[in-house]
């Protein structure tokens, strides 16, 4: 008898639980409607708390809902847990792979950025923000060095690129890497073209010429050193004409690199540079600079 008193009194109290569950959830989305992002947080973590108070885990539109409010007030560890949790919960849209986003690029998790990205881009492919997720997806492949994701994803954003010294700048790290060097030759003179202070394609021709000419250098002064003869001093001479232009032209970009940035390693390759054009003072003044830097 006091069991069959007990049941409909449960079954009262959850109709009435339900019942305030779903107002709350009905204020929330209310509220958010109206850009009232507080009060609809407010309740939809009542809704949460209601349901795992009991153990168990509210809709996954709620803590999606939920976390879009917490991080439209920039309560990021909220919002990345609510919305990690509307995941799990098997949640999907391309706001919440976008949201997820924004969250790990603001707290520096670069692997985790990558993934909710490489989400977005598969399942999303016509989504609103495509073209803005796919660029991203590129810089994060630069930037964790995946050079052949990178290359694989670059069609997408080639044609937008071209007028991006940035996106051109990430392209040609990638080529660099990847050894490409007529193409990193054609993208350097892009990028200067839009951005004449491009600290990355001005390192590119200024190595470029540097590395040229001091290769040709040594190797012409241990074939000499090996064989010291009038022909070999002659081929010599005829060598400087090839290797003093790339000297030059190398020292001319790092002047301009250390103008922009005085960096010790672009004062180091001064230094090196100027001991080669055998001017001794200016090669001390940079390897000073560089010794004062460290």
């Known amino acids: 008898m006091k069991i069959n008193r007990i049941i409909p009194g449960l079954i009262i109290i959850l109709i009435i639980n339900s019942c305030a569950t779903k107002q709350l959830t009905d204020e929330g989305n209310t509220a958010y409607k109206e850009g009232d992002f507080k009060s609809a947080l407010n309740a939809w973590d009542q809704v949460i708390e209601t349901h795992e108070s009991r153990g168990k885990k509210a809709e996954a539109v709620v803590y999606y809902k939920a976390g879009?409010?917490?991080?439209?007030?920039?309560?990021?560890?909220?919002?990345?847990?609510?919305?990690?949790?509307?995941?799990?919960?098997?949640?999907?849209?391309?706001?919440?792979?976008?949201?997820?986003?924004?969250?790990?690029?603001?707290?520096?998790?670069?692997?985790?950025?990558?993934?909710?990205?490489?989400?977005?881009?598969?399942?999303?492919?016509?989504?609103?923000?495509?073209?803005?997720?796919?660029?991203?997806?590129?810089?994060?492949?630069?930037?964790?060095?995946?050079?052949?994701?990178?290359?694989?994803?670059?069609?997408?954003?080639?044609?937008?690129?071209?007028?991006?010294?940035?996106?051109?700048?990430?392209?040609?790290?990638?080529?660099?890497?990847?050894?490409?060097?007529?193409?990193?030759?054609?993208?350097?003179?892009?990028?200067?073209?839009?951005e004449p202070d491009n600290i990355t394609a001005l390192e590119w021709y200024a190595e470029k010429h540097y590395r040229k000419a001091e290769n040709l250098y040594v190797k012409e002064m241990e074939a000499y050193k090996n064989n010291r003869t009038r022909s070999q001093y002659n081929k010599l001479l005829k060598e400087w004409d090839k290797i003093w232009p790339d000297f030059r032209k190398a020292r001319d970009y790092f002047l301009k690199l250390y103008r922009l940035d005085p960096k010790p390693e672009y004062a180091k390759f001064l230094g090196n540079i100027y001991t080669r054009l055998d001017k001794e003072k200016k090669a001390a003044y940079y390897y000073k600079k560089a010794k004062q830097s460290d």
């Open 68 to 194: 879009l409010a917490a991080k439209k007030l920039e309560q990021i560890n909220k919002a990345r847990e609510y919305l990690e949790t509307a995941e799990i919960l098997e949640f999907s849209s391309p706001e919440l792979y976008a949201s997820l986003a924004e969250i790990y690029k603001t707290i520096d998790n670069l692997s985790k950025e990558i993934n909710v990205l490489e989400d977005y881009h598969e399942k999303y492919p016509q989504g609103e923000k495509i073209n803005a997720i796919t660029v991203r997806l590129f810089e994060t492949y630069v930037e964790s060095e995946n050079w052949k994701l990178a290359v694989e994803i670059w069609p997408e954003i080639k044609d937008q690129a071209q007028t991006n010294a940035e996106l051109l700048a990430g392209y040609l790290v990638v080529n660099k890497n990847l050894e490409n060097k007529k193409l990193c030759d054609e993208l350097a003179e892009k990028i200067l073209k839009l």
